[in-house]
């Protein structure tokens, strides 16, 4: 476990007025219906366990009313688990005492909020560097420090504007900035893209690859889009409920999808667009056609297979070793919408 | 039997007077024991009352003049405001009303820092409390609505008359606003904001003092104007029981049908009113940067 950065273990949460009762009956299986109806209670999260290594971009999806956003606040204890831990480091969470709790947002974890959350009598200096502020850092080491994330999410020159005299994505750059501000190692993002419009979106989730590439924090990413928890997501987890319906990597998502509430989820997308041909090439040494690497992505790689001689490619991994080949076959297949019986119809890796 | 319905059980005479005898002598008691101490408790507002008003009364004229002005203007960062405030005061002092003003002045003055002081920390208590909330609120309710001789009897049987009880009777009256306003700033600042100031890791301190005071500023503002307001509309009140100022001209213009005394007194009231409001909102306004328009960006 020592790997794990942020380790989940039997998270539960009760909303109501004797939650220690609620959750005894659910522990003993009653179902989330029964409890509301007999107890009052609503079961918000139910039995959640979620590891996550250091360093990883860890998407948990799902539709409003999943629990999501009351996930994301257990692990910097905002909201308090009915029962469960939340291990960071090796600490407990829910065992801190406010002033130990208090340090740990101040230095180890800090949060992007769906509406930003940004103080509106601050300056967006002011905002960025609030966290500094909150540290009790001196004054010069703070406007320095302020300064550099002021820059870095393109906001040089707005540093005297005050949050309602910009637009929803710069709002949302000035709290991006003044969570990143604090050099903390976890990084809670609570929706943070939702509010904002496509085009935004897009832009906003290049800056946080970019600086994640850069940074290597520990991510914990909610969002309801599929397509962008595809596209940020070192792994997903699916919430449903309150409960944690399937746990993987992208491409594992789309190919091996675990019930039908996630093919469902998952049948619109463009698949040749998340998925990579390491994921569906077949294992092979020799040379054949031409060379692709192994992350490229099949919407990519079609013309190129396409356009070979035999309808082969070689898959290269980033050393540039052969690790496999792609037929047009295989590729073609793979982009086919899974119907809701079969599964398991590709030779994946 | 039929009697009981036609005629209300009441206490018999002779029982009500004995009753009422038993509250009188107990409190009569009580403020012979107590009423000293009483007094030496409110000793140090009466001197700074009494300081503050021999200050305004012994400064020579222009320059308490040119002193509002000045304040007018470091206050709202007004010409128009200092210029008139400066007007207003030369022509009360030509109306012969110079002395009432500053003697008002300074009970307001005073009446109105007494009830910033308390009324501020007593609003946010109750806004951190729902608790102290639920039993405030009645006590305010009662401050507002009980007439005023009411409550100016026990405080005239404790302390005489006098400047104190005056000024007891105007910060009674002129308080509940800026509690009220306070504690409902405070409780309609964004549960969003707070949220974050929380993640970030901000004590309650720092969440007070940089986000919740400062989110809560046009309510406490507006709760400052109506403690003014109601201060100022107490004076002719407090003339009733021996403060100096502009309220024992009112009183004597209504005792003897002097229209033009009674306007004149009232409308150098009003003035006093506007400029203070004036000067307090346009400081507030100058705190509140954030909700200017800037049309770029």
Not at chain 1, 295 to 315: F, M, Q, R, W
Not at chain 2, 34 to 61: A, H
Not at chain 2, 276 to 289: E, N, P, S
Request: proline share 4%; aromatic share 8%; hydrophobic share 45%.
């Amino acid at each position: 476990m020592a790997d794990n950065k942020i380790s989940i273990k039997g998270l539960y949460k009760v909303f109501g007025d004797r939650p220690n009762d609620a959750i005894q009956n659910i522990i003993n299986g009653m179902s989330k219906e029964k409890l509301l109806s007999e107890h009052g209670s609503v079961l918000g999260l139910n039995n959640i366990n979620i590891d996550i290594p250091a360093e990883q971009l860890h998407v948990i999806m799902g539709l409003s009313g999943s629990g999501k956003s009351t996930l994301i606040r257990h692990i910097n204890r905002l909201i308090d688990p009915t029962v469960g831990k939340v291990i960071i480091d090796g600490d407990n969470i829910m065992e801190m005492s406010q002033e130990e709790l208090r340090e740990f947002r101040r230095y180890k974890a800090s949060m992007v909020f769906q509406k930003f959350g940004l103080f509106p009598h601050r300056t967006v200096f002011q905002n960025i560097s609030y966290g500094l502020f909150i540290q009790g850092i001196r004054e010069e080491e703070v406007k320095e420090r302020t300064q550099v994330w002021v820059d870095k999410v393109g906001l040089t020159g707005f540093e005297k504007y005050y949050p309602a005299h910009l637009s929803g994505g710069m709002q949302q750059r000035v709290g991006l900035a003044r969570a990143l501000a604090t050099d903390a190692e976890i990084l809670l993002m609570d929706e943070a893209f939702s509010s904002l419009d496509p085009l935004i979106r897009n832009n906003m989730q290049d800056i946080l690859l970019g600086l994640q590439e850069e940074l290597h924090k520990t991510i914990i990413f909610i969002t309801h889009d599929l397509d962008e928890a595809l596209r940020l997501g070192d792994e997903i987890s699916f919430l449903r409920d309150g409960k944690v319906v399937q746990r993987g990597k992208p491409q594992d998502i789309i190919l091996r999808p675990a019930d039908d509430y996630i093919k469902d989820f998952i049948k619109d997308i463009n698949r040749s667009r998340v998925l990579k041909v390491s994921s569906i090439m077949e294992n092979e040494t020799k040379v054949f056609g031409p060379k692709i690497r192994s992350n490229t992505s099949i919407e990519k790689a079609l013309p190129i297979i396409a356009s070979s001689d035999k309808g082969l490619v070689t898959v290269v991994n980033a050393k540039g070793k052969t690790i496999g080949k792609v037929t047009l076959k295989n590729a073609i297949s793979a982009i086919e919408r899974p119907s809701r019986d079969k599964t398991n119809r590709y030779h994946y890796k | 039997m039929l009697e009981f319905f036609e005629e209300f059980p009441e206490m018999s005479r002779g029982d009500l007077r004995d009753f009422k005898k038993v509250i009188d002598s107990a409190f009569r008691s009580f403020s012979r024991t107590y009423g000293e101490s009483i007094e030496n408790f409110f000793d140090p507002v009466l001197w700074f009352l009494i300081w503050f008003e021999k200050l305004l009364l012994n400064t020579p004229w222009p320059i308490i003049i040119l002193v509002v002005a000045g304040l007018c203007y470091l206050g709202a960062r007004s010409w128009k405001l200092s210029i008139g405030s400066l007007l207003t005061f030369a022509l009360i002092g030509y109306l012969g009303m110079w002395e009432d003003t500053m003697s008002t002045m300074a009970l307001i003055s005073v009446a109105t820092i007494l009830c910033i002081a308390i009324g501020i920390p007593l609003g946010v208590w109750m806004a951190r409390s729902d608790r102290v909330q639920a039993l405030v609120m009645p006590i305010l309710d009662v401050m507002q609505t009980i007439p005023i001789f009411v409550y100016l009897l026990p405080v005239l049987m404790l302390l005489g008359i006098g400047k104190v009880p005056g000024l007891i009777a105007v910060c009674v009256y002129a308080m509940p606003p800026i509690v009220r306003l306070t504690n409902l700033g405070i409780r309609l600042v964004d549960k969003g904001v707070l949220e974050a100031a929380d993640a970030f890791g901000a004590d309650k301190k720092q969440k007070l003092l940089g986000v919740q005071i400062p989110l809560a500023l046009p309510n406490i503002f507006a709760g400052i104007n109506q403690t003014i307001m109601m201060a100022l509309a107490m004076v002719v009140i407090a003339s009733m029981i021996g403060v100096r100022g502009l309220g024992i001209p009112v009183l004597q213009a209504i005792q003897n049908q002097y229209l033009a005394l009674g306007l004149m007194n009232g409308l150098a009231i009003v003035a006093l009113a506007i400029i203070f409001d004036r000067v307090l909102q346009g400081y507030g306004k100058r705190l509140q940067k954030d909700r200017e328009v800037k049309k770029n960006g």
